[in-house]
C-alpha cells in the first residue's frame, strides 16, 4: 500500500524561488494536511483540507498556500522561499467520521532555503 | 489554546532498561489523546491511542493510559530494545473548524545502547 506519498524527498532553494511540494493519498481520505517540523520542535500545522475544493489555514499558513482540486492531491506551494521555511514538511491525511482516527503521514520533504 | 508537554530528551537507555516519557496537555473539552513514533527518515506513525479517560492504549511493549485528573498520558515500555530508538510525539486531538486538529508536543529523542 502506497499510503501518503511526498515528493521530493530532499530540495535546496535560493531565498526568493518557488516551488511546489507535492502530496498524494490512495486511501480516500477526505481529510489532509501540511505540516512543517523544525528542529526540536513538534509539528506546527500549516494548512488542512477536509475534501476537495475545501482549504483552511492552520497555526502557520503566512508564506504559503494550498489548492484541492482532488481527493487524492493536496499541493503546498512557496511563492518567495525564505530562510524561515526551512524546515521538513509533511503531509499527513485521514477519515473523517470518527474522531479517534489517526493520521497517516507520508516521509516527509526536506527543504533548505539559502 | 491547546497545548502538550513533554519530557524533555535525548533519552539514552540501555537495553532492557524501563522506558517512562512524560507527556502532560491542556485542552478544552475531552480530547482524544496519541503517541506517534518517527524512526530516521521517515514520517510519524501512530504508536498508541486512547478516547477517554481511563483508557489505557497500548501497542508492541508500549502502554500509556488517559488520567484525565492528572491531565497526563505518560508513554512506558517494561523493556526497551535497540529498535525502539526512535523520536516520541505525544499529541491531542480536538474539533478545529471543519476539520479535527492534533497538537503535537515538541518529541522525545530515545537512543537505546545494546
Redesign the interface.
Given at each position: 500500500n502506497a499510503g501518503?506519498t511526498q515528493t521530493p524527498k530532499f530540495r535546496i532553494l535560493k531565498i526568493g524561488q518557488s516551488m511546489t511540494l507535492q502530496c498524494t493519498q490512495d486511501m480516500n481520505h477526505n481529510?489532509m494536511?501540511w505540516y512543517r517540523q523544525d528542529p526540536?520542535?513538534?509539528?506546527?500545522?500549516i494548512y488542512?483540507s477536509?475534501g476537495a475544493g475545501?482549504t483552511?489555514k492552520?497555526e502557520v499558513p503566512n508564506g504559503y498556500n494550498v489548492s484541492r482540486s482532488t481527493t487524492e492531491d493536496f499541493p503546498l506551494r512557496l511563492e518567495l522561499a525564505a530562510p524561515s521555511q526551512t524546515s521538513v514538511y509533511?503531509c499527513?491525511s485521514?477519515y473523517?467520521r470518527d474522531?479517534?482516527q489517526?493520521?497517516h503521514?507520508?516521509?516527509?520533504t526536506r527543504l533548505s532555503i539559502l | 489554546g491547546d497545548s502538550?508537554t513533554q519530557m524533555e530528551g535525548p533519552v539514552t537507555l540501555s537495553e532492557e532498561a524501563f522506558l517512562t516519557i512524560n507527556c502532560t496537555y491542556t485542552a478544552t473539552g475531552y480530547p482524544?489523546l496519541?503517541w506517534?513514533v518517527q524512526y530516521p527518515?521517515?514520517?510519524?506513525?501512530?504508536l498508541l491511542?486512547a478516547?477517554k479517560a481511563d483508557d489505557k492504549g497500548s501497542n508492541k511493549g508500549f502502554e500509556a493510559t488517559y488520567r484525565k485528573e492528572t491531565t497526563s498520558f505518560h508513554l512506558e515500555k517494561g523493556s526497551v530494545q535497540v529498535s525502539d530508538s526512535a523520536v516520541y510525539?505525544c499529541?491531542l486531538?480536538t474539533?478545529s473548524?471543519?476539520?479535527?486538529?492534533?497538537?503535537?508536543?515538541?518529541?522525545t529523542q530515545l537512543t537505546v545502547l545494546p
Amino acid at each position: 500500500n502506497a499510503g501518503v506519498t511526498q515528493t521530493p524527498k530532499f530540495r535546496i532553494l535560493k531565498i526568493g524561488q518557488s516551488m511546489t511540494l507535492q502530496c498524494t493519498q490512495d486511501m480516500n481520505h477526505n481529510y489532509m494536511y501540511w505540516y512543517r517540523q523544525d528542529p526540536g520542535m513538534g509539528l506546527k500545522l500549516i494548512y488542512y483540507s477536509v475534501g476537495a475544493g475545501i482549504t483552511d489555514k492552520g497555526e502557520v499558513p503566512n508564506g504559503y498556500n494550498v489548492s484541492r482540486s482532488t481527493t487524492e492531491d493536496f499541493p503546498l506551494r512557496l511563492e518567495l522561499a525564505a530562510p524561515s521555511q526551512t524546515s521538513v514538511y509533511f503531509c499527513a491525511s485521514s477519515y473523517p467520521r470518527d474522531k479517534n482516527q489517526p493520521q497517516h503521514f507520508g516521509d516527509g520533504t526536506r527543504l533548505s532555503i539559502l | 489554546g491547546d497545548s502538550v508537554t513533554q519530557m524533555e530528551g535525548p533519552v539514552t537507555l540501555s537495553e532492557e532498561a524501563f522506558l517512562t516519557i512524560n507527556c502532560t496537555y491542556t485542552a478544552t473539552g475531552y480530547p482524544s489523546l496519541f503517541w506517534y513514533v518517527q524512526y530516521p527518515g521517515e514520517g510519524l506513525q501512530l504508536l498508541l491511542k486512547a478516547t477517554k479517560a481511563d483508557d489505557k492504549g497500548s501497542n508492541k511493549g508500549f502502554e500509556a493510559t488517559y488520567r484525565k485528573e492528572t491531565t497526563s498520558f505518560h508513554l512506558e515500555k517494561g523493556s526497551v530494545q535497540v529498535s525502539d530508538s526512535a523520536v516520541y510525539f505525544c499529541a491531542l486531538s480536538t474539533p478545529s473548524g471543519s476539520a479535527r486538529q492534533l497538537t503535537f508536543g515538541s518529541g522525545t529523542q530515545l537512543t537505546v545502547l545494546p
